[in-house]
């Protein structure tokens, strides 16, 4: 595999010898000092170039980072805007291990959006053309404290999408439960976990793309029984995940709006729970709800 070094050096090499790259940024999690390093960590670098589009005509031009094991074509997907004018991918799993997520990128687009990121560290600026850009830093991701309005509504949002669960489940459709739970549900209570966190914290910190770096700030037990509400695909298993996740987010929620100055509503929670019990007992054959 690679070193980083080698492959800092082939990525400026390239750069420094085509005459069309006129700068090299890179950004992502290898310019994010509160990201640990590890072999995965992908090189995420952006070539300033004078036309963007003899780049896209002529796709062999990437074969000189390496050999190549899998890729994407991002900007290629049907489903998805582009703007290849402006800017355009190519991401590249090598056969050595290393991967570049790599774009060219007109020179007008990179001056009116690099600041826009505030993990953008330029590697190389042949004309001085792009405008100078303080340190590297996460601030943009960090937790941020909830208002009144956000705290309550997300209270609101993880009970009541517990109601379509609860439906789900006496219907024994797992693909939607597993949907919900995980994409609606889910999503409630990472954000008062990483509220608890930011409070910890004076909203300090960031806890990563999908919550992945709460570990870092809850305790022991608190991480565990957050693992504890993934849940496996049978009925049994999700109801079980699917009560962890209550006695966990009623917790939490409890705490910060203790902190913040936020009445929970404990009647809402109270009112769910006993739905959510009464229709995991209600019977395959039942005519009524209630």
Request: net charge negative.
């Amino acid at each position: 595999m690679r070193t980083e070094k080698e492959m800092q050096e082939l990525i400026l090499n390239i750069a420094k010898q085509d005459e069309r790259i006129r700068a090299v940024y890179m950004n992502g999690s290898r310019t994010n000092l509160n990201v640990p390093k590890d072999i995965f960590q992908d090189y995420d670098i952006v070539y300033v170039v004078t036309n963007t589009i003899p780049f896209i005509q002529d796709k062999s031009w990437i074969d000189c980072f390496g050999e190549r094991l899998f890729m994407q074509y991002p900007d290629e997907h049907p489903d998805y805007p582009s703007d290849k004018e402006n800017f355009y991918g190519w991401l590249m799993q090598f056969k050595d291990g290393n991967r570049i997520d790599l774009h060219v990128e007109s020179i007008s687009h990179a001056k009116e959006n690099i600041l826009n990121d505030k993990l953008c560290e330029i590697l190389l600026d042949k004309d001085n053309l792009l405008p100078e850009i303080p340190k590297t830093t996460d601030e943009d991701y960090w937790v941020k404290c909830p208002s009144k309005e956000q705290y309550l509504c997300t209270c609101n949002e993880f009970w009541w999408c517990l109601d379509n669960v609860a439906k789900g489940l006496w219907r024994e459709e797992i693909p939607y439960v597993q949907d919900m739970l995980n994409f609606h549900v889910r999503k409630q209570l990472e954000k008062v976990l990483s509220w608890k966190i930011g409070i910890e914290t004076n909203f300090s910190v960031s806890v990563g793309k999908s919550a992945k770096y709460m570990y870092k700030w809850l305790s022991e037990e608190e991480w565990n029984a957050y693992l504890e509400t993934y849940c496996a695909g049978t009925v049994e298993a999700c109801w079980n995940a699917v009560f962890r996740m209550c006695d966990l987010f009623e917790k939490v929620a409890v705490y910060v709006g203790d902190h913040l100055g936020y009445e929970y509503n404990v009647e809402e929670g109270k009112c769910c729970r006993g739905f959510l019990e009464h229709v995991r007992k209600l019977p395959k054959d039942a005519t009524e709800i209630y």
